[in-house]
T-cell receptor, first 114, second 113 residues
Framework: GENVEQHPSTLSVQEGDSAVIKCTYS??????FPWYKQELGKGPQLIID?????GEKKDQRIAVTLNKTAKHFSLHITETQPEDSAVYFC?????????????FGSGTQLTVLP | EAQVTQNPRYLITVTGKKLTVTCSQN?????MSWYRQDPGLGLRQIYY???????DKGDVPEGYKVSRKEKRNFPLILESPSPNQTSLYFC????????????FGPGTRLTVT
């Protein structure tokens, strides 16, 4: 089955700096890659996703890049703010209508220091 | 407000005492799922349901049961809880199977002593 590895497990950045979280996946058939943000005491919430027919997607300060050849994808947060502090999860799935579900990475605790 | 609700939010129980964690969604979603979250392991899927009366095992189903008798509800049942089931549990739903945005509940913190 699919295996998703996520690095780093913890990341501290100064407010205003950029943060990058990286994930690799094992199943070359995976074609859907969402990122979820989990704030303290809450459930994960989708912040951005990308499908394998594009290499990059941006939404304001957040961007995701995908390298299908290398089987890795990354989350980039620019101009970080204290409210960006949270646990971030990457995931991978095959959108072929099969029963295979999202496989999540192990999470990254991002701390933005004021 | 569109949401997924779980109850209870916190539960401390003893080994072997049957318990049920309820999950309900008000978005008319077909797909529902249960995950457990453990430090360093991320979110692992326990069971999922593609529609009423249709359920299947995820990656870590041992020791758990589910049922889907109504579209909005998807309870998680631990018939004989053990300490290794101490975890943070999340219910999630999405419009259809698989790759659509999943909406997560607030989580249930379970401790089995």
């Amino acid at each position: 089955g699919e295996n998703v590895e996520q690095h780093p497990s913890t990341l501290s950045v100064q407010e205003g700096d950029s943060a990058v979280i990286k994930c690799t996946y094992s199943d070359s058939a995976s074609n859907y890659f969402p990122w979820y943000k989990q704030e303290l005491g809450k459930g994960p919430q989708l912040i951005i996703d990308i499908r394998s027919n594009v290499g990059e997607k941006k939404d304001q300060r957040i961007a995701v890049t995908l390298n299908k050849t290398a089987k890795h994808f990354s989350l980039h947060i620019t101009e970080t703010q204290p409210e960006d502090s949270a646990v971030y999860f990457c995931a991978a799935a095959i959108s072929s209508g099969s029963a295979r579900q999202l496989t999540f990475g192990s999470g990254t605790q991002l701390t933005v220091l004021p | 407000e569109a949401q997924v609700t779980q109850n209870p939010r916190y539960l401390i129980t003893v080994t072997g005492k049957k318990l049920t964690v309820t999950c309900s969604q008000n978005m008319n979603h077909e797909y529902m799922s249960w995950y457990r979250q453990d430090p360093g392991l991320g979110l692992r899927q326990i069971y999922y349901s593609m529609n009423v009366e249709v359920t299947d095992k995820g990656d870590v189903p041992e020791g758990y049961k589910v049922s889907r008798k109504e579209k909005r509800n998807f309870p998680l049942i631990l018939e004989s809880p053990s300490p290794n089931q101490t975890s943070l549990y999340f219910c999630a739903s999405s419009l259809f199977l698989g790759t659509y945005e999943q909406y997560f509940g607030p989580g249930t913190r379970l401790t089995v002593t």
